[in-house]
């Protein structure tokens, strides 16, 4: 079962910023936080993760909230390049090894 | 560059066939995981090996077999191909199986079961 929940698509603009929501009400205290990006006909790729703490790199901002419970990935100054469906992931831990959950991600749409 | 392949990149079966779905890595990573992705939906994990001759169930493993026969190499068997086994197929690794480490996916094969 997905234990995250996000909106079904979303859509820009190119030199715009853009906030994909993320909600994981039920997360656990030991569970990372992963963002994967998917175009068509291509394999998921990893975008950014985190625990506790904002993270920040080349592609990406991740904000986390004080509790945990919903992050916001942030992309900023998008091109048509980031177009892709946006999976936010938690990555349980399970019988020694750990796992990632996926939901259904958001189409993020960039248009010129 | 990590890098997995997958071969074959597309298959058509019929129903009752054997399938044979490969995945090759050289990141020199323990970890190996194949997922099956259906149309407009997230990744679902089936098998995966943290070393080499040995494989574990992920959360929909029936109708599926895997093998490691090699740290490189990780394969996943239809015995019996069924139509609601038609969906794409990835293969990811990660050097490890705790901790953050990122998985690296393949570009995915595109199985038709008819």
């Known amino acids: 079962d997905a234990k995250t929940t996000q909106p079904d698509s979303m859509e820009s603009t190119e030199g715009e910023t853009v906030h994909l929501p993320c909600s994981h009400a039920?997360?656990?205290?030991?569970?990372?936080i992963y963002w994967y990006r998917q175009v068509p006909l291509q394999g998921p790729e990893y975008v950014t993760h985190?625990?506790?703490q904002n993270t920040t790199n080349s592609m990406a901002f991740l904000a986390i909230a004080s509790d945990r419970k919903s992050s916001t990935l942030i992309l900023t100054h998008v091109s048509l390049r980031d177009a892709a469906v946006y999976h936010c992931?938690?990555?349980?831990?399970?019988?020694?090894?750990?796992?990632?959950?996926f939901g259904e991600g958001t189409k993020l749409t960039v248009s010129s | 560059e990590a890098a997995v392949t997958q071969s074959p990149r597309s298959k058509v079966a019929v129903t009752g066939g054997k399938v044979t779905l490969s995945c090759h890595q050289t990141?020199?990573?323990?970890?190996m995981y194949w997922y099956r992705q259906d149309t407009g939906h997230g990744l679902r994990l089936i098998h995966y090996?943290?070393?080499?001759?040995?494989?574990e169930k992920g959360d929909i493993p029936d109708g599926y077999k895997a093998s490691r026969p090699s740290q490189e190499n990780f394969s996943l068997i239809l015995e019996l191909a069924s139509l609601s086994q038609t969906a794409v197929y990835f293969c990811?690794?990660?050097?490890?199986?705790?901790?953050?480490?990122?998985?690296?996916f393949g570009p995915g094969t595109r199985l038709t079961v008819l």
């Open positions: 985190g625990l506790q």
């Open positions: 039920t997360i656990s205290g030991n569970e990372y």
């Open positions: 990811a690794s990660s050097a490890s199986g705790t901790g953050w480490a990122e998985q690296f």
């Open positions: 992931i938690l990555r349980v831990n399970q019988g020694g090894s750990a796992k990632l959950i």
């Open positions: 990141n020199n990573h323990d970890y």
């Open positions: 090996s943290y070393v080499a001759d040995s494989t």
